[in-house]
């Protein structure tokens, strides 16, 4: 029988569910807050440009087996490109490649002893080629890396990383089944899609809709409640509708004040999750500033952010008029001051750092800015979380849950948020068919 099903969310989450929720007939709507689908995904285009600009800088790894098939069942794999672009991290004044395994051994033996080359090369191997991350959620990654990594290599090349990515306060929090993922899923071809990433999410919508999805933009869910018979009501800007089943996928805390009929302890798990913001400030500049994509910068090293990405080293600036655009970018608790401050404020108080990469750098070159934030960025996973984490179906008889913060041992990403989605979908269809 047919389900009318609301989907809250016109991220990549929230797409993918309603393809395969679609795929069998049923009847779904999505409602979507911003004035565009593609939620943290999304971008942006300046009039001059062919091609549009992710808010936050994205990239595909070319082991993104869900985004990658899922692409292709659309039938657009040959619009997915993999360049080579290089990433660096900045140790000593200098930026040293750092993204292959040849690049980290030839650091490691640079700067570092035998011993300490032999103890990263074997943790390295063992991390990517165990498949059991279950042991490693049990410690945290600062106590794994010190044991088995050693303190001098590890403080030099992987606190930093953990460090900028989760600050100090987190140090002991981040559990090592994170890294472990980290390590596993990465590749160095980083890929997107011909246009950016919004023209795929715009074309994904598009399909949608003439598959018969209907697509709410500029219509938050203010509130999910049940009534006294079956199904969930839905507030929204248009007023209160019925759904037979709803997919929420918005951060846990929306997640938990939309739903207050929540039963206590499922509200207070998704509360008990952490997260943090991220901040990112968008240069466009006359000229090439550097020769590398991604630049990580070890918080001591003292830049006003954690990272800077030349994307025009990555997708060139053919396709954004000749524009060279840069992205400095920090993850940042929720309550940081850069949430707070104006666009030129921090463009003042980044600008000064840019001579660090080329000290030909003139602030002339600066052309135009665009500052994005979000105070739900990066899930953090303490130690054990793999028994926190909020199941998908809800206590709530309808109503599922799908977030960044239930992906889990790998980090957040499009990749997983397809995956998720599609568990969550499947999920879905089982229930329906249980319930007949
Ligand atoms: C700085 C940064 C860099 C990243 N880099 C990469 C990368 O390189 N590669 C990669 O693959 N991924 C990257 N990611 C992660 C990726 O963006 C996310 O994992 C993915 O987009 C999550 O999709 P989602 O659908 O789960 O959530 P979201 O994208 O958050 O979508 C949720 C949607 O729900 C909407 N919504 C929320 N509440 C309501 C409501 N009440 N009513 C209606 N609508 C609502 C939101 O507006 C949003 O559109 C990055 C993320 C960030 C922040």
Known sequence: ????????????????????????????????????????????????????????????????????????????????????????????????????????????????????????????????????????????????????????????????????????ENLDVVNMAWFWARLKARTTRLGTFQGGFQAFLDRFAARLQEQGVAIHLSSPVTRISQPAGPGLNLTTTGGEQHFDAVLSTSSPALMAHLAPDLPGQYAASLQALKSLGAVVLILSLRQRLTGYYWHNLPKEAGFPYLAMVEHTNFIGPQHYGGDHLIYCGDYLPPDHAYFDLSKEALVAHFLPSLARFNPAFDPSWVKDSWLFRTRYAQPVPPVNHSQNIPPLRTPLPGLYFASMSQVYPWDRGTNFAVEIGRRAAGMMLADFEAAS
Request: charged residues 20%; without cysteine; hydrophobic residues 45%.
């Open 1 to 168: 029988m047919t389900k009318r099903i609301a989907i809250i969310g016109a991220g990549v989450a929230g797409l993918a569910a309603a393809h395969d929720l679609r795929g069998r007939g049923h009847e779904i709507r999505i409602f979507e807050a911003a004035e565009q689908v593609g939620g943290l995904a999304g971008g942006f285009k300046a009039p001059h440009w062919d091609w549009t600009l992710e808010k936050f800088y994205h990239h595909w790894f070319q082991s993104d087996a869900h985004m990658l098939r899922l692409i292709g069942e659309l039938g657009w794999s040959d619009q997915v490109i993999f360049p080579r672009p290089y990433t660096v991290v900045y140790h000593k004044g200098r930026f040293e490649p750092l993204d292959s395994i040849p690049a980290a051994a030839r650091f490691t033996l640079k700067h570092f002893s035998l011993l300490d080359f032999i103890r990263f090369g074997a943790a390295g191997l063992y991390l990517r080629l165990t498949p059991r991350w279950q042991p490693l959620e049990r410690v945290t990654a600062d106590a794994w890396m010190r044991k088995w990594v050693g303190k001098p290599v590890y403080e030099t090349l992987w606190q930093p990383l953990l460090v900028g990515k989760f600050g100090e």
